[in-house]
């Protein structure tokens, strides 16, 4: 059986996104999926779960293997809270119930890669704060926030993951170009899986900023 690679995507569909942004992002991800189906290391590991977060969290594509995989429609509401929080709980749930742990006898799926995208900050602080510590536990091999446009809170990723990303704009140019950062940096994760305790991410390109 080959182990599977884990890759959870976090995106925000709040009323801010409505437009030209998640446009732009639903053309990011059909691109990121086609150039992973081109690695044929990503094709046989790679399993992708995409959940949304606005005022409702929904797990719109459950974990599924690259290859028999159709993305979903993404919609956003008018307007809304980002209850991002809820969705890091939906997370926790998730992952418990489809993370597949070694055993004497089998070994079980390589550490898993979580991807947030978010143009805002969470509307649910309390919420969001409580399930930290609890994603960190479930020993993700990267974890990586992106804060997306100029009202995009760096320092509440902070509070989750070290690798946070900061896009100027949200039009479809810088989506792009993120997202082909994250197909590169699930395949770099896909090969040197069981090498290294974390996954190295490669560098990020010219509009994606890594904040320090």
């Known amino acids: 059986m080959v182990r599977r690679l884990p890759v959870y995507l976090l995106l925000d569909t709040s009323g801010s996104m409505r437009g030209e942004p ?18 044929p290391f990503a094709l046989e590991s790679v399993h ?22 159709t993305l979903p429609e993404i919609t956003t509401p008018e307007s809304g809270p ?23 006898d089998q070994k079980g799926d390589w550490k898993p890669l979580l991807f947030i995208m978010t143009d805002g900050k969470p509307g649910d602080m309390m919420k969001y704060n409580e ?17 997306a ?3 995009a809170s760096q320092e509440a990723l902070k509070l989750l993951t070290d690798n946070v990303v900061h896009l100027d704009t ?26 290294a305790e974390s996954t190295e991410l ?9 904040v320090i």
């Not at 479809?172 to 090969?191: E, L, Y």
């Not at 490669?202 to 890594?210: Q, T």
């Open 22 to 39: 998640i446009e732009s992002v639903k053309v990011g991800i059909e691109a990121m999926v086609s150039s992973l189906r081109k690695d």
């Open 149 to 151: 446009g100029p009202k």
């Open 170 to 195: 949200t039009d479809s140019n810088t989506f792009s170009q993120f997202f082909k950062w994250v197909s590169a940096s699930v395949s770099i994760g896909n090969k040197s899986q069981g090498l």
């Open 48 to 69: 992708l779960s995409i959940i949304t977060f606005d005022k409702e969290i929904k797990e719109i594509l459950p974990l599924t293997e690259l290859e028999n995989l």
């Open 82 to 104: 980002t209850h991002l929080g809820m969705a890091l709980e939906l997370l926790y749930e998730k992952c418990n119930k489809d993370l597949i742990r070694g055993t004497p």
């Open 131 to 147: 399930f930290i510590p609890k994603i960190k536990s479930l020993g993700f091999g990267s974890i990586v926030g992106c804060a």
């Open 202 to 210: 490669p560098p990020p390109p010219a509009d994606v900023h890594l």
